[in-house]
C-alpha cells in the first residue's frame, strides 16, 4: 500500500510539474483545531521528515479525510516538503458545527487558529 501511495503521488507531481518528491511523511490524525468562535474542526496534520522549518497548506474538506482524498490532495505537498493540516468542513466527519452545503460559513476563517501556525516544524506561513 505504501509503494501504491509514492506512485500515485509522483504520478501527481509529474503530471502537475512539481519539484522531485524529497520526504518521507508522518500523519497525525483526528486533531481538534479550534475556530475563533470556539466551535472545533477534526484534521489530519501531515508532516515532512525534513530538516528545518517549513511552509503550512491548509486543505478544507466536507468529504472526510479518507486516503483517496489524501492521495490526491495532500501527500503530493507534503511529500515535498510542506506541512499540510487536511481539515474537515463545519458539520461533517466528526467536525463541531453544522454544515452548510454550497455556502461559504463566515464563521469559518480562510486561515486556521493561530495555533496552528505555532505547530513544531512550521514557518507560521500559510497558504
Do not use: E
Not at 519539484?19 to 508522518?26: E, L, S
Not at 515532512?48 to 522549518?53: D, E, F, K
Not at 454544515?99 to 496552528?116: F, H, L, V
Amino acid at each position: 500500500m505504501l509503494r501504491a501511495r509514492s506512485l500515485i503521488s509522483n504520478g501527481l507531481g509529474r503530471i502537475w510539474r512539481l519539484p522531485p518528491a524529497r520526504n518521507a511523511v508522518t500523519v497525525t490524525s483526528d486533531l481538534r483545531v479550534p475556530m475563533r468562535d470556539g466551535v472545533h474542526l477534526l484534521a489530519d496534520h501531515y508532516a515532512p521528515r525534513s530538516i528545518g522549518p517549513r511552509p503550512t497548506i491548509l486543505v478544507r474538506c466536507p468529504y472526510g479525510r479518507g486516503i483517496q482524498f489524501a492521495l490526491t490532495m495532500v501527500l503530493p505537498y507534503a511529500r515535498r516538503g510542506y506541512h499540510v493540516l487536511f481539515q474537515s468542513t463545519r458539520g461533517t466527519f466528526g467536525s463541531g458545527g453544522d454544515c452548510s452545503p454550497a455556502t461559504t460559513n463566515p464563521r469559518t476563517p480562510r486561515t486556521p487558529s493561530p495555533g496552528c501556525a505555532r505547530k513544531p516544524g512550521s514557518t507560521g506561513g500559510s497558504a
